[in-house]
C-alpha cells in the first residue's frame, strides 16, 4: 500500500507499507543514521535475514518504506510510485494461536483428517504457526498462490493428493478456487 502524504511546507512524501521482500526490491536506499544511504547487496542481505529470522518464528511482518515526490505527483502510476524507494524498516506482530487450536489439531488428526494451510502469509511464517499449532511436524511443502496458479490441473491434482504436509502461502481467496482437487475443499 502506497500513500502520497502532504508534510506541509510544500513537502510531499510516498510512504509505502507492505510485504517486506516484495517492497525491498523497489527500494534503492536504506535509513541509516538518520540519513539515506545507498541500498547495496550486503544491506539487503541483512534486511533479507532479518526478515527470516521474525518470519521463522511465526512472526507477521511489514516492511516500510518512502521517497520525496515531487510537486504535483499522483500515484496514477503504482509502479512509479514505489521505485526508487528508501527502505525505512520492519515491523513484526505477533498473532498468538487461541490455546484450543493445537487440541483442535490434534482431534483432526487423530480422526484422519489431513490439513492444507491456505494463508497470505508468507511461507516462513506459515510455516513456524503450523508447526505450533501442530499441523506440520517435518518440513512442510511451501508453495505460493503463483506457483499454484501455474501448475497443470492433472499436476495440481497430485500435488493435492500426494504431498504430506502443504502450505499455500502468500494466497487470496481467489486462491481456494484453484484448489477444487483439494481433499475436503468444495
Given at each position: 500500500?502506497?500513500?502520497?502524504?502532504?508534510?506541509?511546507?510544500?513537502?510531499?512524501?510516498?510512504?509505502?507499507?507492505?510485504?517486506?521482500?516484495?517492497?525491498?526490491?523497489?527500494?534503492?536506499?536504506?535509513?541509516?543514521?538518520?540519513?539515506?544511504?545507498?541500498?547495496?547487496?550486503?544491506?539487503?542481505?541483512?534486511?533479507?535475514?532479518?526478515?527470516?529470522?521474525?518470519?521463522?518464528?511465526?512472526?507477521?511482518?511489514?516492511?516500510?518504506?518512502?521517497?520525496?515526490?515531487?510537486?504535483?505527483?499522483?500515484?496514477?502510476?503504482?509502479?512509479?510510485?514505489?521505485?526508487?524507494?528508501?527502505?525505512?524498516?520492519?515491523?513484526?506482530?505477533?498473532?498468538?494461536?487461541?490455546?484450543?487450536?493445537?487440541?483442535?489439531?490434534?482431534?483432526?488428526?487423530?480422526?484422519?483428517?489431513?490439513?492444507?494451510?491456505?494463508?497470505?502469509?508468507?511461507?516462513?511464517?506459515?510455516?513456524?504457526?503450523?508447526?505450533?499449532?501442530?499441523?506440520?511436524?517435518?518440513?512442510?511443502?511451501?508453495?505460493?498462490?503463483?506457483?499454484?496458479?501455474?501448475?497443470?490441473?492433472?499436476?495440481?491434482?497430485?500435488?493435492?493428493?500426494?504431498?504430506?504436509?502443504?502450505?499455500v502461502a502468500r494466497s487470496t481467496p481467489?486462491?481456494?478456487?484453484?484448489?477444487?482437487?483439494?481433499?475436503?475443499?468444495?
Open positions: 500500500m502506497t500513500t502520497l502524504d502532504d508534510e506541509g511546507e510544500e513537502r510531499l512524501v510516498f510512504h509505502a507499507k507492505g510485504a517486506p521482500l516484495e517492497l525491498l526490491e523497489r527500494c534503492t536506499h536504506v535509513l541509516r543514521d538518520g540519513g539515506d544511504a545507498v541500498l547495496d547487496e550486503a544491506g539487503r542481505r541483512r534486511i533479507h535475514a532479518a526478515f527470516d529470522d521474525l518470519a521463522g518464528r511465526g512472526m507477521r511482518v511489514l516492511g516500510f518504506a518512502d521517497r520525496a515526490a515531487e510537486p504535483g505527483a499522483e500515484i496514477a502510476d503504482r509502479g512509479w510510485a514505489e521505485s526508487r524507494l528508501t527502505f525505512l524498516g520492519l515491523v513484526a506482530m505477533e498473532d498468538p494461536l487461541r490455546p484450543e487450536v493445537p487440541a483442535a489439531v490434534a482431534r483432526c488428526h487423530g480422526a484422519g483428517i489431513r490439513i492444507i494451510v491456505v494463508t497470505g502469509d508468507h511461507g516462513l511464517t506459515a510455516a513456524a504457526i503450523a508447526r505450533q499449532a501442530g499441523i506440520v511436524r517435518n518440513a512442510p511443502t511451501i508453495l505460493t498462490e503463483a506457483e499454484i496458479e501455474a501448475l497443470p490441473q492433472a499436476e495440481l491434482d497430485r500435488v493435492l493428493h500426494e504431498t504430506g504436509e502443504l502450505i481467489e486462491t481456494k478456487l484453484h484448489l477444487p482437487g483439494a481433499p475436503g475443499t468444495a
